[in-house]
C-alpha cells in the first residue's frame, strides 16, 4: 500500500459513501479487492475506470468504509503482461 487520503464531504458526488472516508493507494487494486472480500470487506461500487486511476469503494467488516485507488500505468513491458495474466488467475479464483 502506498498512501491515505481523505476526502471531504464537499469533494464528493451524490451517489458515493457518506462522511470523510479513507483512500488507500494500492499497486494491484483486483488484489486488493480479493483480499478484502476473503477478509469480510463488502464492495459497495466495484472498480471503476477512470482516465488516470481505478476506484473502488468497500465496507469493511466493522461497518468502516474505504476506497482503494490504483493508478493506470499507460505503458506496460512484457514482464508486467505476464504478471497480469497471473493476476486474473488468482483473482478469478476469488
Do not use: W
Not at 479513507?22 to 480479493?34: K, L, N, P, R, Y
Not at 467488516?61 to 490504483?70: E, K, N
Amino acid at each position: 500500500m502506498k498512501k491515505l487520503e481523505l476526502m471531504e464531504e464537499s469533494e464528493k458526488e451524490n451517489d458515493s459513501p457518506h462522511g470523510t472516508r479513507i483512500q488507500i493507494e494500492v499497486d494491484s487494486i483486483d488484489e486488493a479487492i480479493c483480499k478484502a472480500k476473503n477478509n469480510g470487506a463488502m464492495i459497495i461500487r466495484d472498480k471503476m475506470e477512470f482516465d488516470d486511476f481505478y476506484l473502488a469503494y468497500l465496507i469493511d467488516p466493522v461497518g468502516i468504509g474505504f476506497g482503494l485507488i490504483q493508478k493506470i500505468n499507460k505503458t506496460l513491458v512484457k514482464s508486467d503482461i505476464q504478471q497480469t495474466g497471473a493476476l486474473i488467475k488468482q483473482v478469478e479464483a476469488c
